[in-house]
């Protein structure tokens, strides 16, 4: 009888079996899209909802601008009148009218405020849209990937969002322009060549070349604070409240990994607002003579219909820069803001 072969100590090989799938990668290792592929992608999944959203926003502002323009108007009218009577009187006396439109700029500068309230207004609006579809975006996909992001924040970012949007708004303005405007006034008063007093300061000497131009270097440093404070408006519509916005904005601009993101994701929405400006005012100019040719035998008064001409380009083509920019500028910064933030770290507010 044979001798048996001593038993081997390998297990026999089992028939082939499937591989099992690879874990999932860890949150923040798996390849992402860049931000701006990431915010064309939420604009196209979201196109009718944003597009919806921008109308109704840019058409309530262009019927609120154009009503507020017109009680202004109205109350302005005694300057115009007065125009009118200077302008015919000094052609009475053969003599030439020294236009004086300093009454105008006053009633501008006094009525800034409501445009910038009802700009604010208009794009906390759009921002907290745009922010609501990059979140449900983002819990779209982040709920298979098993991360703490879900689409609460997107349902609940609804008035309470807005408010504290056109808040962040007004705290922001409250923190870039003030020294801008502060130091060109008194650099203005100091070594303005308008003056009509010998100069406060002795031109040519170092203070004086110090003194004006300061308003530049107070211009840098309000274009650092703005891009500091960049993605408050997407944070705040993201839940956070308006203190809470500035701070995570200012902590994030600073960090290593924010900085350039956001100067690099800035320039281009920049670049493009100033270019689409200046295109629409320009294909708008035919506007001037037809609002001045309806205006002018209406009311009598050229000068009234003179600056209504003049500020209806300019009017459109905000309302046209806003449409074409904003909803992409919106979108992309809330971007960058869920990818800066913490994973699995829930935004909440301060007490």
Known sequence: MPPTPPESSTPPASPASPTPPAPPAPHGEAPQRTVLAAAFAVLRQHRRTLAGATARVVGVSGALWLLLTTVIFAASWPL????????????????????????????????????LLLLGMGSAALQTACSRAVTAGTAGT?????????????????????????????????VVWP????????????TSPALDTPYPLERGTWIFTLVRFAPLVAAFVAVLLRLALALAPAAAAAGLTPRAALRHSWSRAWSRAGGGRVVALALPPAVLAAGVLRLTVQMALPLRPAVRGLLEPATGNFFAAY??????PVIVGILVTAALVLPFTFTAFAVLDSRLRPAGTPDTPDT
């Not at 970012?157 to 922001?172: C, E, K, N, P, Q």
């Not at 020294?179 to 100091?190: F, K």
């Open 179 to 190: 020294l801008p405007l502060l130091v060109t006034y008194g650099s203005e008063r100091l």
């Open 142 to 174: 982040a709920v298979t990937a098993g991360t703490a992001v879900t689409a609460v924040t997107a349902v609940t970012a609804g008035t309470g969002a807005r408010g504290a949007v056109v808040a962040v708004y007004a705290l922001r303005g409250l």
């Open 80 to 115: 115009f009148t007065h125009m009118r009577n200077q302008v015919n009187y000094y052609r009475y006396v053969e003599d030439f009218y020294p236009h004086d439109n300093s009454g105008l700029v006053l009633v501008a500068l006094c009525t800034l405020p409501l445009f």
């Open 307 to 312: 600056y209504a001409g003049i500020l209806a």
